[in-house]
């Protein structure tokens, strides 16, 4: 009886380390692309597009990763996956200088995008089969916390890496990193049931989703508006973050690569930060009162654009800004462990991995629409970029109190 209640066995523990590497490499990447790209072009418009660009693949692909982790073993996923980017940066290496700039960082943007949706769902569907069911919503704290630790530990040796040694180098680190995990994972054993097909790949991923879309439909219809509730908060809220922070830091307030980097830190140690806090008050929490949460969200949001409105220092407007940052990305954490582990807890075992993989992606369409457009709000307040921020902070107030509703259902349902 004891052992069962023990979190990090062999296998969990091997994920988790698999992980940590993996996501560094990742993390380093995705922090040092595209502020070389914006160092080099200045363009918010530009910038905007071309992360948009980038996320498309991640929505699209999170389906087909869902059916794949339902399907095919898991760790062999991971462990081909972290091969072909390990590959893919080494081409990458190569043809820098080579080829246009902007169309090359595009498609290696896309591409890594791409690989991490469908990388990821292996993952979250893996944890279930590795931890007790006791443990599941601190296994899934475990592994949100190792995504912020990598994106501490990323954006901050990344900018401190790109303002010395340059893009070469973190592409170099990062190959190392993909491939010491693919290796690494070889030794990693998941339960994998064989299920034995007729049809065709697409065929089978058709079908498999179908049968996804009918268990929510009968069983869990709540489920989509959930899911709509967060595309839209993402579109607002999000995509302002995602696209707003690298402008407001380096192109606003005219700071180096470096506190660009602790800035990223910031939010990586933010969601460090709500991963514990989501271990500690895991037996505390209620559904009804996760809307709580993006409230806040929406009110940090609204504080970034306070020090710009009011025209305060440098120096000031930086630190209220990496503060709030700090605070959102914790506050997240916390939501989306606690919607995570709900989902993961009402759906059968032989779903989990396409339902969690087709809700996030639905979840995340808003996403790369939002950053589109909120490159061209950047471009063209570039002089009161306040109110960009303001505007986005009314926006999720409101979305979030209509959230209130939607929770308070998704607790009934629960109980």
Sequence with gaps: MEEK????????????????????????LRFALPLSLLRETGSSALFGM???????????????????????????????????TAILMFVFYFALGNLPTVPLFIAVLMLLYGISGIYQPSVQASIPLLVPPEKLMAGNAVINQVNTLSGLLGPVIGGVMFGICGI?????????????????????QI??????????????????????????????????????????????LSAVMIVGVPILITQVLKMSDVMYGFTQGAIALGGLWGGILTAMTA?????????????????????????????WSTVLSYGVITLMCFITMGVSALFVVQIYTM????????????IMAALISIAMCGQPVGQAIYGVLFDAFQERTWIVLIAAAIASFAISLYAKKIFSRLEEESM
Excluded at 283 to 311: H, N, Q, S, T, W
Excluded at 343 to 354: A, D, F, R, W
């Design 191 to 236: 339960p994998h049931e064989k299920r034995m097909r007729k049809k065709g790949v697409l065929a089978v991923a058709a079908s498999d989703l179908k049968e996804s879309f009918r268990f929510v439909k009968s069983e869990k219809p709540v489920f989509f508006s959930v899911v709509f509730l967060i595309s839209i908060f993402n579109l607002v």
């Design 50 to 84: 071309v992360t948009a660009c980038s996320f498309a693949p991640m929505v699209v692909l999170s389906m087909i990763g869902g059916v794949l982790a339902d399907r095919v073993n898991k760790r062999d996923i991971m462990i081909g996956l972290d091969f072909c």
């Design 168 to 188: 070469r180098a973190i592409v170099v680190l990062s190959i190392i990193c993909f491939a010491f995990s693919a290796i690494m994972e070889i030794f990693i």
């Design 5 to 28: 209640t023990i979190l990090f066995r062999r296998d969990f523990t091997l994920v988790v380390i698999g992980q940590i590497i993996s996501l560094f490499g990742n993390g380093i």
């Design 343 to 354: 989902i993961q807890k009402q759906t059968p075992p032989q779903l989990v991995g396409k």
């Design 283 to 311: 037996e505390k929490r209620k559904l009804k009162d996760a809307y709580i949460l993006l409230l806040i969200c929406a009110v940090c949001v609204a504080f970034m654009g306070i020090p710009l409105l009011l025209r």
